[in-house]
């Protein structure tokens, strides 16, 4: 995605006055240029991700105030009495917007009417923007320490005295009159001028005829893309001193049908869902009956409780009372314990032996044993359904597999 950047002409020019306008890439490049009235724009504006609007300097006043130590709202609210004595007309009718605290203490403070600003804002919205920024367009002329940068076109002079100071001014007279405006309001000071390429050659007979001190440039959109980007530092972006006004609006109606489909799928899964749990349910509890009935049948005398477990225990004592042993028991897991260790080159010394929850826990004198005894004891164990964990080098947990012994 890219940049559009629109260089917005004179309020005093009228609504259909023509915008210049750059299409720039990531990259930096320039993909496409040209002029044309605001609400022709559409396409030019629909794919950019950002659109910068370059306010026309004569729109926008600059204003250095002395400010208290505030920040966020408290300044905000702060500013209109700042600037009420500086402004003609209502503070509270304006946009007002403060850049950083300067050297002095004073804070630089760009002024525009809210009644002119939130209408274009609100256009280049209407016409699909994404994200919007308005830069005052005297900040965006290059910045020459100890000169005044001054550019002349589109029926205005602009001048740049500082990173913060400049004006602008409708001027609809001939080069003559505009280079001795721009040369009068610069004072001594050496003067850039910006002027269009087709007049360099008429503005470079009248600075010869005017004396040295004033240095003729290209006009063309490098220079205002790179202010724009506050190559100087920080711009004064005005759209958020719009507040909601100047941020994209959902809508919500073109979400409409996308959202009720939305919620018809959530709706059919769940239901779907409820269907296949409550079949399960039935299912389940359709086994548990079988179970208890079984155990029941069997077990006539006995509350079913938890039939599953209880039938193992009663088969484990039917066992035990047939004179069988179950794999998990001591003597079973202690004899075959011992028939695995015979299968050692060195059987290990015992240090002791506990049996506890169906686990054998045998722990050897560290001098009996090596690394690869337990590797060795495990295979044997393995093959008599028993399996062997070992924490440490000295302690070997037995337990059964489960299997049939």
């Known amino acids: 995605m890219s940049t559009l950047y629109i260089r917005h002409p004179a309020r005093s020019q009228g609504e259909g006055a023509l915008c210049r306008f750059a299409l720039v890439g990531d990259n930096g490049a320039i993909g496409q240029q040209g002029e044309g009235v605001l609400r022709n724009l559409g396409d030019v504006v629909a794919a950019s991700r950002r659109v910068v609007l370059v306010l026309a300097a004569s729109d926008v006043t600059l204003l250095s105030v002395q400010a208290p130590p505030l920040a966020g709202a408290r300044l905000r609210a702060a500013l209109p009495a700042l600037v009420e004595e500086h402004i003609l007309g209502d503070p509270l009718d304006c946009v007002l917007v403060a850049g950083p605290v300067q050297p002095d203490g004073r804070r630089p403070v760009a002024v525009v009417q809210q009644a002119w600003l939130e209408p274009l804002v609100r256009a280049l919205l209407a016409l699909g923007a994404r994200q919007i920024a308005a830069i005052p367009e005297q900040l965006c002329l290059p910045l020459h320490p100890g000169s005044v940068s ?5 029926g205005e ?22 280079l001795q405006t721009a040369r009068a309001l610069s004072g001594d000071a050496p003067l850039v001028l910006y002027v269009d390429r087709e007049q360099l050659g008429e503005y470079n007979a009248l600075v010869a005829e005017a004396g040295p001190g004033i240095t003729l440039e290209s006009d063309d959109w490098a220079h205002w893309i790179a202010g724009a980007k506050g190559s100087t530092g920080p711009v004064l972006d005005l759209v958020p001193g719009l507040g909601t006004a100047g941020v994209a609006q959902r809508d919500w109606r073109r979400w409409r049908w996308p959202i009720r489909l939305a919620l018809a799928a959530v709706a059919i899964n769940l239901i779907g869902l409820n269907i296949e749990w409550l079949g399960l349910k039935r299912e389940a509890d359709a086994v548990r009956l079988q179970m208890s009935q079984t155990f029941r049948s069997v077990y006539p ?4 409780i938890d039939p599953v477990a209880q039938m193992r225990q009663n088969i484990d004592r039917a066992k035990a009372g047939s004179g069988q042993v179950a794999g998990n028991e001591f003597n079973w897991m202690a004899a075959a314990f011992g028939e695995a260790t015979r299968t050692l080159g060195v059987p290990p010394a015992i240090a002791s032996i506990d049996y506890r929850e169906r686990t054998l826990t045998v722990r050897v004198k560290p ?6 005894m337990a590797d060795q004891l495990r295979a044997s164990l393995s093959s008599r359904n028993l399996s062997l964990e070992s924490p440490d ?5 037995i337990r059964s597999t489960g299997a049939k012994p």
């Open 301 to 304: 005398n006995q509350p079913a």
């Open 157 to 178: 002079l602009i001048l740049r005295q500082s990173q913060y100071d400049g004006l602008g001014l409708a001027l609809d007279g001939s080069p003559v009159v505009a």
């Open 150 to 154: 001054a550019a002349v076109g589109n």
């Open 367 to 372: 001098e009996s044993t090596n690394p690869g």
């Open 393 to 397: 080098a000295t302690t070997w947990l």
